[in-house]
T-cell receptor, first 111, second 117 residues
Framework: GENVEQHPSTLSVQEGDSAVIKCTYSDSASNYFPWYKQELGKRPQLIIDIRSNVGEKKDQRIAVTLNKTAKHFSLHITETQPEDSAVYFC??????????FGQGTELSVKP | GAVVSQHPSRVICKSGTSVKIECRSL??????MFWYRQFPKQSLMLMATSNEGSKATYEQGVEKDKFLINHASLTLSTLTVTSAHPEDSSFYIC?????????????FGPGTRLTVL
C-alpha cells in the first residue's frame, strides 16, 4: 500500500542543538520527497524537498538525505532556534503525483 | 508566483446542511488539485485527486457521494460537504500542481476550518 512512516512524534532539543526526523516510504517508485513545516491553523510550508536522482540536499541550516535502497529519508536541522518550533511533516509522491504524508513530528526548541 | 487561495477560511453550519469550499490557483494553471482533511494534532489525510474536466479519484474510505468534488477549470476546484455532521468538522486544505515546471511540487491553499454544530 501507499504508506509513509515518520519518527519521532515529538522531539525536544536545546537551542543550538541539531534535530533529526526520519521517514520511510513503501513504494520504491516514489521519486519526490518534500518536507513541510506547519504552524497551528496554517497551511503546510515547504522547507526543502529532494528528488530521487540525488542523495542529499542542503539549504543553510536544513538538509535532507535520501537512501533509495532502504526507502528512507531524513531531515536534519542544525543550530536550532526557538522559531524552528513547529510541526514538521515528511511526504512522498506516489502514483498520479499525490502526496502521502507522515504522521508529523512536533519539534520544540527550548531557549 | 504559485499562489493558491481557498474560500471561505472559516465556516460554521448546522448539522444536515451542505457546505461548498472553493480552491483557486491565482497565477498558474493547475492540471491537478488535491483535497486533504486534517483533524486536530493529526496529519494531512488525502481525500481525493481531481483533474480538470474529469471525475475525481477518491482515496479508500472517503465517501464520494458525501464529498463532491468538481474541477471545472484549470484554476478552480470545489469541494462540497453534503449533509454535514459534527464528525465532518475539520481543517480542509487544497493543493495544486502546475501544468509546467517542477513535477509533483504542490502549492497549498490556506485551508478552511469547518465547524458543524
Amino acid at each position: 500500500g501507499e504508506n509513509v512512516e515518520q519518527h519521532p512524534s515529538t522531539l525536544s532539543v536545546q537551542e543550538g542543538d541539531s534535530a533529526v526526523i526520519k521517514c520511510t516510504y513503501s513504494d520504491s517508485a516514489s521519486n519526490y520527497f518534500p518536507w513541510y513545516k506547519q504552524e497551528l491553523g496554517k497551511r503546510p510550508q515547504l522547507i526543502i524537498d529532494i528528488r530521487s536522482n540525488v542523495g542529499e540536499k542542503k539549504d543553510q541550516r536544513i538538509a535532507v538525505t535520501l537512501n533509495k535502497t532502504a526507502k528512507h529519508f531524513s531531515l536534519h536541522i542544525t543550530e536550532t532556534q526557538p522559531e524552528d518550533s513547529a510541526v514538521y511533516f515528511c511526504a512522498a509522491a506516489f502514483q498520479g503525483g499525490k502526496l502521502i504524508f507522515g504522521q508529523g513530528t512536533e519539534l520544540s526548541v527550548k531557549p | 508566483g504559485a499562489v493558491v487561495s481557498q474560500h471561505p477560511s472559516r465556516v460554521i453550519c448546522k448539522s444536515g446542511t451542505s457546505v461548498k469550499i472553493e480552491c483557486r490557483s491565482l497565477d498558474f494553471q493547475a492540471t491537478t488539485m488535491f483535497w486533504y482533511r486534517q483533524f486536530p494534532k493529526q496529519s494531512l489525510m488525502l481525500m481525493a485527486t481531481s483533474n480538470e474536466g474529469s471525475k475525481a479519484t477518491y482515496e479508500q474510505g472517503v465517501e464520494k457521494d458525501k464529498f463532491l468534488i468538481n474541477h471545472a477549470s484549470l484554476t478552480l476546484s470545489t469541494l462540497t460537504v453534503t449533509s454535514a455532521h459534527p464528525e465532518d468538522s475539520s481543517f480542509y486544505i487544497c493543493s495544486a500542481s502546475r501544468t509546467s515546471g517542477r513535477w509533483n511540487e504542490q502549492f497549498f491553499g490556506p485551508g478552511t476550518r469547518l465547524t458543524v454544530l
